[in-house]
């Protein structure tokens, strides 16, 4: 297994249209997580699915946002009508479910989004 | 609510001297710390965490950080700096769920040959 991997690595697109990425996690971790970061600033969390429920969404991830992880796999998300303030990089992590105190969590390249 | 600062947003350094880069947190209970690495248009690796136990944790690419409840920080440093460490790096704090990390703003490392 060569990690979490993300697709597409780069995506441009005109406003208004709507976009799709795809993450694949590790393939026995059990936890996937979405993230947004824009230029200059840290990672800021979007949300997170343990198999295929969803758990956790950020205030940040508006009514535009959705994401799925059927089947517990791989998971997607969709941003529609895309702004051009959802410009960033999107990042997918993914971790085992063990105890607490032991998720660390492994990231993707990410996929950047340019919305012009 | 959870918050990472970390104070220097760029930090240079010449290849050999030493680093420290500065982490602050605010959590209400026991961090879960985390330091993660960010080459240019690349993902996160993480350097080395921080549950519990020793406070002083050993990291890949000899990165150490030290845990001081006290201050309320988690720095990250490295005795000699290799030029290769030129990256952004980032401090995180994890939730008690272990669902959610929170990040800094990062820090630019650039290394002087």
């Known amino acids: 297994d060569t990690g979490v991997s993300q697709d597409p690595r780069h995506k441009i697109t005109k406003r208004g249209q709507n976009v799709t990425f795809r993450c694949d996690p590790i393939?026995?971790?059990?936890?996937l997580y979405w993230y947004r970061q824009t230029l200059g600033q840290g990672p800021e969390f979007l949300t997170y699915?343990?198999?295929?429920?969803?758990?956790?969404k950020s205030r940040l991830l508006s009514d535009r946002f959705s994401a799925e992880r059927p089947k517990g796999s791989f998971s997607t998300l969709e941003i529609q009508r895309t702004e051009q303030g959802d410009s960033a990089m999107y990042l997918c992590?993914?971790?085992?479910?063990?105890?607490?105190?032991?998720?660390?969590?492994?990231f993707g390249q990410g996929t950047r989004l340019t919305v012009v | 609510a959870q918050s990472v600062t970390q104070p220097d947003i760029h930090i240079t350094v010449s290849e050999g001297a030493s680093l420290e880069l500065r982490c602050n947190y605010s959590?209400?209970?026991?961090?879960?710390l985390f330091w993660y690495v960010q080459s240019p248009g690349q993902g996160l690796q993480l350097l080395l965490k921080?549950?519990?136990?020793?406070?002083l944790v050993q990291g890949i690419k000899g990165f150490e950080a030290e845990f001081k409840r006290s201050q309320s920080s988690f720095n990250l440093r490295k005795p000699s700096v290799h030029w290769s460490d030129a990256a952004e790096y980032f401090c995180?704090?994890?939730?008690?769920?272990?669902?959610?990390?929170?990040f800094g703003g990062g820090t630019r490392l650039m290394v002087k040959p």
């Open positions: 992590a993914s971790s085992p479910h063990r105890d607490r105190a032991n998720t660390e969590a492994f």
């Open positions: 393939s026995e971790h059990n936890r």
């Open positions: 699915f343990q198999n295929e429920a969803q758990l956790e």
């Open positions: 959590y209400g209970a026991t961090p879960y």
């Open positions: 921080y549950f519990s136990g020793d406070t």
């Open positions: 995180a704090v994890g939730n008690n769920a272990g669902n959610m990390l929170t």
